[in-house]
């Protein structure tokens, strides 16, 4: 496609069910990027992937996210057990890979509400 | 957590007018970008402008990036009511990570009346 596609573009789910996010990136972007984007407020850096290697997850906030991009196009953020606090906008984005100063492609997010 | 403030919160105007958002950061940065974001919808990439840079035109947008101060501004000129989103600023940190790894600030909404 066009430009970096997530879904579902929302998700309800329940207080500690395990929910699955997909990335589809830009076709050939080597780097891609999730962000947690909560009510009125910027996105938050969540992880990084360059192709198939996952090279910064600093930013996860335990070890309930997982994610992955095993082929090196496609990935997925796995949520465990949710808690009410993950509820956000999960943002996806992706670009070619230099050394900075190259725009990041954002996907429209995900919305998952935790009840 | 966030790199820095953006100011104001919000900005409202009537269209025809300038809107002007400053943003503040903390760490030394290899550049700075803003993105806008519609209600619902992603983030739009706006411009970029490095270290070494101390303004940048593109169209209706004027930024300006003063590194002693680590402040920068967006102006957006003869705003349209299609302006009417949320921007944020964007640092890509010096001496650190080389790929690109963005902080953002929490966002002006502006609102442009018709």
């Known amino acids: 496609g066009a430009g970096v596609s997530q879904s579902p573009r929302y998700k309800v789910a329940k207080r500690g069910q395990d929910v699955a996010l997909r990335c589809d990136p830009i076709?050939?972007?080597?780097?891609l990027f999730w962000y947690q984007q909560a009510l009125g407020q910027g996105p938050e850096f969540l992880t990084y992937f360059q192709n198939e290697a996952q090279l910064d997850k600093s930013g996860l906030p335990s070890d309930r996210f997982f994610a992955e991009r095993p082929e090196g196009s496609v990935s997925t953020l796995k949520i465990q057990r949710t808690q009410q606090e993950d509820s956000a906008v999960y943002l996806c984005?992706?670009?070619?890979?230099?050394?900075?100063?190259?725009?990041?492609?954002f996907g429209d997010g995900t919305r998952l509400s935790i009840l | 957590s966030q790199q820095g403030e953006e100011d104001p919160q919000a900005l409202s105007i009537q269209e025809g007018e300038n809107a002007t958002m400053n943003c503040s950061y903390k760490t030394s940065i290899n550049n700075l970008q803003w993105y806008r974001q519609n209600s619902g919808r992603g983030l739009v990439h706006l411009i970029l402008i490095r270290s070494n840079e101390r303004e940048k035109h593109s169209g209706r947008l004027r930024v300006t990036l003063d590194t002693s101060k680590k402040s920068s501004s967006l102006l957006i000129t003869a705003s349209r009511a299609a302006d009417t989103a949320s921007y944020f600023c964007a640092t890509d940190g010096a001496g650190g990570t080389s790929y690109g790894k963005l902080t953002f600030g929490q966002g002006t909404i502006l609102t442009v009346h018709p």
């Open positions: 076709s050939g972007h080597v780097s």
């Open positions: 984005a992706s670009n070619v890979y230099r050394a900075g100063d190259e725009p990041q492609h």
